[in-house]
């Protein structure tokens, strides 16, 4: 076999930026793509003392951009900007850009994919969901024979981890999140997390590879756990539930999407409600196919670096061959629907009297737990009709969807 050298750079030396160093320096490739694997640029604004990748610092970009034997990049800064006009330029000059960055997939990942496939060079972003969990090359190779029918994910490992905290431990959602902290499942502000951000830009990408459209992140409601109390948490264990935040895609019968990014009652029955920790789980449904549902770390150095490396490895296979990106539709019409008209089951929390409620609601199902408030299931009733039931009641807490999809 004549084994060659493939060149690649890191574009930022963090914690995933070294994990993927690590994962090409400790490990042979030759046998699976026929080719070695050499880092020869490390790009970061920081200087380093670690003898052994002093040889391939840069501070300059154009050291990788105008290097013919470079083919290959990994885009881990992070961030907006330089990530997008960085990846930008190499893809225009023909080399392939892999990725973790979810802000800069879910904001300018159409035009990238356009970009990678007008210079033949390819744009990958497997950890930019899940981390180290497989679930962007399965929605594009595995599921192709099957139409894409719903989306629901546990995407966001801090949140749940503080969620599972309340429901396991009964700590109060303060003193879960300080735990979190206090371990390193959560940044110091952790608003991008506990407020659905992260979540919700996860989401838009899955929704966008899932219909082949462009999903804006921006159109998608999002709320976070922020809100969730102990007295959720003993008004959804007496319905044998969990509370997770859910991001929540399923395409209408008029090729819309409804889509969101909340917290939810994900019934005991649902494979969901066994996801726990830090772990996160995407489950798909299929037309065919029925339910696939990817688990695993969402996170970490390692796991999110396996991801980056396998599409390196992806990108190496490729060299010199016609490329096939994805390619995300821009349409003149958002693609989604409106959440008014999305049919839910949804548990409500009030202060009003049973007679006032059902005289608003119907037949409806109360959960009985505390003495000084009244909770009520309302099955099968439209977000926007349940909105304006609940303007017509006293004392409104909150509403919490119940996950559909089984």
């Known amino acids: 076999m004549n084994e060659k050298m493939i060149k690649t750079a890191i574009m930022g030396f963090g914690t995933v930026g070294s994990g993927v160093y690590e994962i090409i320096r400790d490990k042979s490739f030759a046998g699976e793509t026929g080719d070695e694997i050499e880092v020869k640029y490390i790009l970061d604004i920081r200087d380093f003392d670690d003898d052994e990748i002093k040889p391939m610092l840069t501070k300059n970009f154009e050291d990788i951009l105008n290097d013919d034997e470079v083919n290959i990049a990994a885009e881990v800064m992070g961030g907006l900007h330089p990530a997008y006009e960085f990846t930008k330029q190499l893809l225009e000059k023909g080399k392939s850009v892999v990725t973790s960055n979810k802000e ?24 930019s969901v899940g ?31 503080i969620l599972n905290e309340m429901f396991k431990k009964g700590k109060d959602f303060n003193d879960a999140l300080a735990d979190a902290q206090a371990k390193g499942y959560a940044e110091k502000n952790p608003a991008a997390d506990i407020e659905g951000h992260d979540a919700c830009r996860k989401l838009a990408i899955l929704s966008s590879m899932a219909w082949g459209k462009v999903v804006n992140y921006n159109d998608i409601p999002t709320s976070g756990i922020t809100d969730i ?12 539930s969990v509370i997770k935040l859910i991001g929540y895609a399923m395409m209408n019968d008029e090729g819309k999407v409804y889509a969101s990014v909340s917290p939810m009652i994900v019934p005991g029955e649902n494979i969901l409600s066994d996801v726990n920790g830090v772990f996160n789980a995407v489950m798909i ?27 390196i490895l992806d990108c190496s296979r490729h060299i010199g061959a016609k490329k096939h990106n994805i390619i995300w539709e821009e349409t003149d019409e958002k693609i989604i629907a409106d959440a008014n008209e999305q049919t839910m089951t949804f548990l409500v929390r009030c202060r009003d009297n049973a007679q006032n409620i059902e005289k608003v609601f119907g037949d409806i199902e109360f959960v009985p737990v505390y003495d000084d408030e009244t909770a009520f299931l309302v099955k099968d009733i439209k977000r926007g009709r349940l909105n304006a039931g609940l303007e017509k009641i006293n004392g409104v807490i909150h509403a919490l969807g119940v996950l559909d999809i089984r």
């Open 104 to 127: 800069l997939v879910a904001t300018y990942g159409r035009e990238l994919l356009e970009t990678a496939q007008k210079n033949n060079a390819l744009y990958m972003f497997e950890a």
């Open 131 to 161: 981390g180290g969990i497989p679930v962007i090359r399965p929605m594009t190779v595995c599921t192709k024979a099957n139409n894409i029918t719903a989306i629901a994910g546990i995407l966001n490992g801090t949140t749940n981890y």
């Open 229 to 240: 109390s102990l007295r959720d948490v003993a008004y959804v264990e007496k319905l044998s």
């Open 285 to 311: 449904r299929g037309n065919y196919l029925g339910d696939l549902v990817f688990y695993g770390k969402g996170a970490g150095k390692l796991p999110t670096a396996s991801a980056v490396v396998a599409d």
